[in-house]
């Protein structure tokens, strides 16, 4: 079992301008990738090709393939793990760490420097893959990567509304104190019932105070490691 703290933080590097390169806040994103995206689009209607049914078709392509990466993301490199100590701090330095302190804000979105890293080779594989057109796909991924990233930050620092959006923070309340191995889907449950790892009907309205400040919980390590 593994103990679920959601006051605190854990410290990442003894040095403290390394650890405080693993925090972040979500304005600092959004103001990183906001105008990007939009010269982007901008530059593309203006310089390539001014067709608003292309940027707008490829753009949503961009949008919707996003939802897919993000799944992968979350199951199988977010959540891989098996018993050598490497894969164990890799577990954890990149997510684990998450899921022991889910309340620490700081920790809610990527820091800019692995963000821009890998939004960088996103960059170039798109535009290698696809030419000019690969700059509208990839303002589409990376709009997809900001509205996760904001609803991720909403789930967890912000306390869930009385009204049918509430669900959102239901469902990931499941992945977080009842399956680890469900429910990977943040920006939507699409894949997680395309891939089989949609949560049992009857745990989808398990209620956020199983997250509340104050509280401690514990879920079910299934191979002895934080997930």
Not at 9 to 18: E, V
Not at 37 to 55: K, T
Not at 111 to 134: K, L, Q
Request: charged share 15%.
């Amino acid at each position: 079992m593994a103990t679920v703290k959601v006051k605190g933080s854990a410290k990442l590097f003894d040095n403290k301008i390394l650890d405080l390169l693993t925090r972040t806040h979500p304005g600092i994103i959004l103001g990183m990738y906001i105008p990007l995206c939009a010269f982007l689009l901008w530059y593309f209607y203006h310089y390539i090709e001014p067709s608003a049914a292309a940027l707008t078709g490829i753009f949503f392509v961009g949008l919707f393939s996003w939802t897919f990466f993000e799944y992968i993301l979350h199951r199988y490199v977010f959540h891989f793990v098996n018993d050598t100590k490497w894969a164990q701090k890799f577990h954890y330095f990149v997510h684990g760490v998450h899921h022991e302190y889910p309340k620490d804000k700081q920790r809610l979105v990527m820091p800019p420097v692995p963000s821009i890293i890998i939004a960088g080779t996103f960059f170039i594989i798109f535009r290698w893959i696809m030419g000019s057109y690969g700059l509208v796909f990839f303002s589409g991924f990376i709009i997809g990567y900001l509205c996760y990233a904001m609803i991720h930050y909403a789930l967890h620092a912000v306390r869930p509304p009385k009204n049918a959006l509430k669900f959102a923070w239901e469902y990931h309340n499941i992945h977080h104190f009842r399956h680890p191995d469900k429910a990977f889907g943040v920006s939507s449950p699409l894949w997680d019932i395309v891939f089989g790892t949609y949560p049992p009907i009857k745990e989808t309205r398990v209620r956020h105070r199983q997250s509340g400040v104050g509280q401690q919980s514990t879920v079910n390590n299934m191979d002895g490691s934080h997930h």
